[in-house]
């Protein structure tokens, strides 16, 4: 299987997924846009723009393939293009989207044309004397690692994981590493990440717009990076509600949203919702104490 990105002049750049299948050569290839997306044309929540303000830390885009992550990413490292005087290394496999340095100067590094593998990319990006990192999908301990160090000695840092939640997403990130570090990482963890957003694109009613993402987003503030640090990873959930205030949403809030602007049906809400039970109760206006149980 060979997995790259081609472009071809005046015709577009393309995705492509090349394998065999029965004996055959079968190719898969996905358009890519020219034009780097923004925040307002992903439909992303206005709270996301905040994180291209970061100067330190890590953060983590997170979600199933095919929900968006790359196109979100692109929104943030396009944004600090153009807000800061910087160096951005984005280390890629492939290279999606070509950026053109406004205030930043950015480089990109495709594994097996640039550099010949990820460790070795990053066994130099510091050296590189990057201000942001951008390391693509978090595979391995190796590169869970780097990106937590990274952010430890004063990079913004972006990464991909494969989880649905921001809870998932700190269970993940421990099983890269055997349960004697776990209290460790959890500290580290606690201290570095600044940021999960995980999403979906869900089939949209407007006819211009054929998906729409809903949107979970965790700002690790004290409360949660106390739970993380502790282990009380089941009350990350009440403190990513806690924080509306800070921007904060998780998936229900999202759909909610999406639901209320028109943007979904309720079917799908309830289709993708994780307890489809309180999201109805909130559709029609109700709403239940998790601590009281009381109905209000």
Same mark, same amino acid.
């Given at each position: 299987?060979?997995?790259?990105?081609?472009?071809?002049?005046?015709?577009?750049?393309?995705?492509?997924?090349?394998?065999?299948?029965?004996?055959?050569?079968?190719?898969?290839?996905?358009?890519?846009?020219?034009?780097?997306?923004?925040?307002?044309? =992903?439909?992303?929540?206005?709270?996301? @723009?905040?994180? !291209?303000?970061?100067? /330190? +830390?890590?953060? %983590?885009?997170?979600? $199933?393939?095919?929900?968006?992550?790359?196109?979100?990413?692109?929104?943030?490292?396009?944004?600090?293009?153009?807000?800061?005087?910087?160096?951005?290394?984005?280390?890629?496999?492939?290279?999606?989207?070509?950026?053109?340095?406004?205030?930043?100067?950015?480089?990109?590094?495709?594994?097996?044309?640039?550099?010949?593998?990820?460790?070795?990319?990053?066994?130099?990006?510091?050296?590189?004397?990057?201000?942001?990192?951008?390391?693509?999908?978090?595979?391995?301990?190796?590169?869970?690692?780097?990106?937590?160090?990274?952010?430890?000695?004063?990079? =913004?840092?972006?990464?991909?994981?494969? @989880?649905?939640? !921001?809870?998932?997403? /700190? +269970?993940?990130? %421990?099983?890269?590493? $055997?349960?004697?570090?776990?209290?460790?990482?959890?500290?580290?963890?606690?201290?570095?990440?600044?940021?999960?957003?995980?999403?979906?694109?869900?089939?949209?009613?407007?006819?211009?717009?054929?998906?729409?993402?809903?949107?979970?987003?965790?700002?690790?503030?004290?409360?949660?990076?106390?739970?993380?640090?502790?282990?009380?990873?089941?009350?990350?959930?009440?403190?990513?509600?806690?924080?509306?205030?800070?921007?904060?949403?998780?998936?229900?809030?999202?759909?909610?949203?999406?639901?209320?602007?028109?943007?979904?049906?309720?079917?799908?809400? =309830?289709?993708?919702?994780?307890?489809?039970?309180?999201?109805?109760?909130?559709?029609? +206006?109700?709403? %239940?104490?998790?601590?009281?149980?009381?109905?209000?």
């Amino acid at each position: 299987t060979v997995d790259t990105a081609i472009g071809f002049p005046e015709i577009g750049r393309f995705r492509l997924s090349v394998f065999r299948q029965r004996g055959s050569i079968a190719l898969v290839a996905r358009r890519l846009s020219l034009v780097i997306p923004d925040f307002n044309s =992903l439909n992303l929540p206005d709270s996301i @723009s905040t994180i !291209a303000e970061f100067p /330190i +830390g890590l953060v %983590l885009v997170t979600g $199933p393939t095919g929900s968006g992550k790359s196109s979100t990413l692109a929104a943030l490292i396009n944004s600090i293009n153009h807000k800061r005087r910087c160096h951005i290394l984005c280390i890629e496999d492939p290279i999606e989207y070509l950026y053109k340095n406004a205030e930043a100067i950015i480089t990109q590094r495709e594994i097996g044309i640039d550099v010949p593998s990820f460790s070795e990319a990053l066994k130099y990006a510091v050296r590189q004397d990057p201000d942001v990192i951008l390391v693509g999908e978090i595979r391995d301990r190796d590169t869970m690692e780097f990106a937590i160090r990274a952010a430890e000695t004063g990079h =913004l840092v972006f990464g991909t994981l494969h @989880s649905s939640n !921001a809870t998932q997403t /700190i +269970g993940r990130i %421990l099983n890269f590493f $055997p349960p004697v570090e776990h209290s460790g990482i959890r500290k580290a963890v606690s201290m570095h990440l600044k940021a999960v957003v995980s999403q979906l694109l869900l089939p949209s009613l407007r006819e211009d717009v054929p998906v729409v993402p809903a949107i979970e987003i965790m700002f690790v503030n004290p409360i949660i990076a106390r739970l993380i640090s502790e282990g009380q990873d089941e009350k990350i959930i009440k403190g990513i509600r806690a924080g509306r205030n800070e921007g904060m949403q998780d998936f229900e809030q999202a759909l909610l949203d999406l639901v209320n602007r028109g943007w979904i049906s309720q079917d799908v809400a =309830l289709g993708y919702a994780e307890n489809p039970h309180s999201l109805e109760m909130k559709l029609r +206006g109700i709403s %239940l104490s998790e601590e009281t149980g009381i109905i209000s």
